[in-house]
Structure formats: structure tokens, C-alpha cells
């Protein structure tokens, strides 16, 4: 079969696989990785694929549609989110009339989280979405369309949502999560073939950079957390460390230019025991001449971040959310605020920079508990952070919490984003309304980056890491206007 894979168009460096898609306001572009582990994974089957990142090639909706059709797929998927998802299906419509008889099916996060309800309020031109982790469920479909559309065919199809021939919605029996994470091809690999790599860049790490996963799903339950909840499980499912240690290499031998490797896993640090492994195979291999950076939590032992330290991991992104224990504990972080400070202070001793995350307007949030926050971030002083309402997404406990108390303001999923495609909770307590909350981070901000002892920290480490320049510049001159607004 040719089938198409699509990042559709919409806004100019929309993230759609960011965990809360947007437009950044540090310029950050996230890769279409999940697509891009999809599309390697059907080139194994022997089916042919065009795949195209929009908003990283800049490409329009027609631009799109001219290419699709000159390429003439048999199916069409394109990821879907929430804050775009009626873009998203406005272009699965478009490119069924460019291509007369194409199957158009959207995946993501969203579209897993309420499946009847997306295609119910769709067009005719979206035949079908996926539901959860989608690889294995393209390659069914891509070899059962081969020979038939009837609708008992699409309902011998597992993890799908589709609209049959009466116009009903119909949904099949859920999937299994693919458990030897070996059998899909490198990511890097897709990158390689596909993708110019040069759009991509993340705030905290060096550029250009290579991101990928070394596992699926996240063992812990953070209310917020919309991936584990929606789209890959609980289940912390791992590749080999004798995999992973490959595709270091092939990413050493094939991109000479890149400066850095971003381990996307919700959490690199669940299996502190796997992590030291890994680390000591990389080391073993003499495949540490590239540094990496992972997801991390504020948990991890010094033993465990030496280690890594050791094998060039250059700095963990770090989500310690609040600076008061009964919202970590209501939002079911599993962390102390003692075991944070300790994390913090083990990471610096190791010489692990951190990039910190804080989200404000959780359950039980107070202007008392907004300045707790502020306070910590200081304290743990992570060499960037970043602070942001409560993104609540369908399919998350979050968002059902929110939503059970009419403290969602809109179901217009497009008041996701504001007209700049940057993040707009649509979270608002009676006692603490985002506009207070945008307020808060706006100000964290300043106060967090405008210290004298940040500001010279960041001229030393320019001056004593040359390489950090490039980042710490390219990132400054997109996010100063949001610091000094």
C-alpha cells in the first residue's frame, strides 16, 4: 500500500506531540516522533510512505494536498490534537477530495481520548481514528484494506473508531501495547530519509538534536499527565539496552552535525537499576561522544546520576510542579518535597544541569501556595525553568476533575490556544481564575530569569562552556519578549 503520514498544517512551529501543543514561547519545535516510529514501522512492512511535517517544512494546506495527491496514497494519517484538532480534521476533508477514494484516519492523544465523539462531529471526509498507541494498528489496516472496506472488515480491526456505511460510529475492540519495542526501526533512522532536522529545537538542549524513545508508557499517575493516560499506558515497556546502544551509534555515523540526544520516555528514571545499565553500556560501547538529556523525576539517587553524569548525560527535564506537598499529593506526584531538594542538590554535585517545570492552578491551589512555588524555584535555582497554568486535556483525570465542578470555561477546543498559538488553560476556579494564574507565571518568569544571580551564572557558563551558547542565545532571542512584556 502507499499511504501518506502527515503532521497536518496549521499554525507556523505548532507543536502537536509536545504534552501540551502549542506554539512555545522559546521558539521550542517538537519532532513528529510518534508519527515518525509509525511510518518506519509500516516501511517494515513493505509499504510504501510519504511522510511530511508541515509545520517544520513550512508547507501549507494546499501545499499539502498538491503533494498527496501527486504521490496517491491509499490511506492518509495525520496526527490530531486537541487545541487543533478541527484544523486537523478540516485537512483529512481536504485531502479526500484531493484524492478521490483515500481512507483518511486521524491518531493522537485527542483523538484516543474521546474517539465517537471526534468523528461523530466530523465531516464524511474523516473515515476512521485510531485509538492508544497506533503502530501496530496502521500496519492492520494498511493489510486488510489491501483487499476489503467493508465495514466487517474495519470491525475485525483492533483500536480504531470508524463511521460505517448507515453513518454510525462505531468503535472495536481495544488493542494490546506492542511489548518488544525492538521490532520498530529506529526513529532516527525515519529522520534520516525523511525529515530535514535542521526546524527542530528544544529549549534546553543543544542544536540540532535527535529525540527519541528508549521506552513506552509511565509506571507513575499523575492526574495531568495526558500521554500515559491516553495514548501509551502504565506499564513501563522497554527497548534493549543492546538496541538503544545501536542507535546511538547509527546516530554518531549518520549526523555528524547533531549536538545532542533528547530520550522523549515519560520517564528515563523509573528504572533507576535499567538507567545505570544503560549508562555503563554506552560508556562500554564508546558511544557517550554525543550528550543526551531525558525525562527525569525529582527522585533519583546520586549513585544513579553519576553514573549518567558519566556517560554524558548533559541534563534532565524535570516536572516538580508545586512547592506545596498536599497539591504533589492530590495530583498524585509520589514525591516529597524534601526527596526534590535532595534530587536538586544531588543533580548539581553530580554536574546535571536541570530544566524545571512548574504548573500552577491544580487542585487546592491558593495565592498562598502560587508563592511556594515561586519561593522553590528559586531555591532549587534549575539552570532553566519554566512555569505554566494547568493544562487539562480530555482523557485525563485532570480534565474530569475540572470539568465534574464546571471549572472547564469552554468546550471549544480551539480556546486551547489563543490567536498566537500559545498554551490558554480553560481552567478557571471560582477562587483563583486563569487570568490570575497567567498573571502569576508571567511574573515568576520575570522574577525566576531577571536575577542578578542568574543572569551572571548564565555569562560564566557561556564563557566556560562555549557550546551552551548557541542554546542559551538562540533560546533567549525568542523568549526575552515574554520576560520583559
Known amino acids: 500500500m502507499k499511504i501518506a503520514v502527515i503532521n497536518p498544517p496549521f499554525l507556523p512551529k505548532f507543536s502537536r506531540e509536545s504534552r501540551s501543543p502549542a506554539v512555545t514561547k522559546s521558539g521550542t519545535l517538537y519532532y513528529p516522533m510518534w508519527l515518525a516510529y509509525a511510518a518506519g514501522f509500516l516501511e517494515k512492512q513493505g509499504h510504501e510512505v510519504l511522510f511530511l511535517d508541515a509545520p517544520a517544512a513550512e508547507l501549507t494546506r494546499e501545499a499539502v494536498c498538491g503533494k498527496v495527491a501527486e504521490f496517491k496514497p491509499d490511506i492518509a494519517v495525520l496526527e490530531g490534537s486537541t487545541p487543533s484538532i478541527y484544523n486537523d480534521v478540516e485537512v483529512a476533508c481536504a485531502l479526500k477530495k484531493a484524492v478521490p477514494g483515500i481512507f483518511t484516519i486521524l491518531v493522537g492523544t485527542h483523538v484516543s481520548a474521546v474517539p465517537v465523539q471526534t468523528l461523530a462531529e466530523a465531516p464524511q471526509g474523516l473515515d476512521a481514528v485510531a485509538v492508544r498507541e497506533y503502530d501496530a494498528t496502521l500496519v492492520e489496516l494498511a493489510a486488510k484494506l489491501a483487499h476489503s472496506r467493508t465495514d466487517e472488515t474495519l470491525k475485525s480491526i483492533r483500536g480504531i473508531a470508524f463511521r460505517n456505511g448507515a453513518g454510525e460510529v462505531v468503535r472495536t475492540q481495544d488493542r494490546p501495547y506492542i511489548q518488544d519495542l525492538d521490532e520498530i526501526p529506529f526513529v532516527s533512522a525515519v529522520y534520516r530519509k525523511h525529515l530535514d ?9 543543544r542544536h540540532p538534536l535527535i529525540v527519541l524513545l528508549t521506552g513506552r508508557g509511565c509506571p507513575f499517575h499523575c492526574t495531568y499527565c495526558v500521554y500515559p493516560q491516553t495514548l501509551t499506558g502504565h ?31 515519560d520517564t528515563l528514571t523509573a528504572d533507576r537499576a535499567r538507567c545505570r545499565e544503560l549508562a555503563q553500556a554506552l560508556i562500554d560501547a564508546q558511544a557517550t561522544t554525543i550528550p543526551f538529556s531525558a525525562n527525569s523525576r525529582a527522585d533519583v539517587d546520586y549513585e544513579t546520576l553519576a553514573v549518567l553524569k558519566k556517560a554524558n548525560c548533559r541534563l534532565l527535564c ?3 510542579e508545586s512547592g506545596d506537598q498536599a497539591i504533589l499529593d492530590t495530583i498524585k506526584k509520589s514525591l516529597s518535597l524534601e526527596k526534590i531538594r535532595q534530587f536538586s542538590s544531588d543533580a548539581k554535585r553530580a554536574g546535571i544541569l536541570i530544566h524545571g517545570c512548574f504548573m500552577v492552578g491544580n487542585r487546592g491551589e491558593t495565592r498562598d501556595t502560587l508563592e511556594k512555588t515561586l519561593n522553590l524555584a528559586r531555591e532549587l535555582d534549575p539552570d532553566t525553568a519554566q512555569f505554566f497554568p494547568i493544562m487539562a486535556y480530555p482523557g485525563t483525570e485532570a480534565y474530569d476533575y475540572f470539568d465534574g465542578r464546571g471549572w472547564i470555561a469552554s468546550k471549544k477546543y480551539s480556546d486551547w490556544i489563543d490567536t498566537n498559538g500559545l498554551h490558554s488553560s480553560v481552567v478557571s476556579n471560582p477562587d483563583l481564575t486563569y487570568e490570575e494564574l497567567v498573571a502569576f507565571c508571567n511574573r515568576a518568569r520575570k522574577t525566576f530569569y531577571l536575577r542578578t544571580r542568574y543572569i551572571l551564572t548564565k555569562c560564566i557558563q557561556v564563557v566556560a562552556h562555549p557550546r551552551e551558547a548557541k542554546r542559551i542565545f538562540k533560546a533567549f532571542g525568542t523568549f526575552y519578549k515574554f520576560i520583559f512584556s
Open 235 to 265: 506499564a513501563y515497556r522497554k527497548r534493549s539496552v543492546k538496541n538503544i546502544v545501536e542507535e546511538f551509534v547509527f546516530i554518531a555515523k549518520n549526523f555528524p552535525e547533531v549536538k545532542e540526544i533528547m530520550i522523549e520516555d
Open 197 to 205: 532536522i535542521t526546524p527542530y529545537f528544544y529549549g534546553h538542549s
Open 318 to 320: 524535570v516536572g516538580f
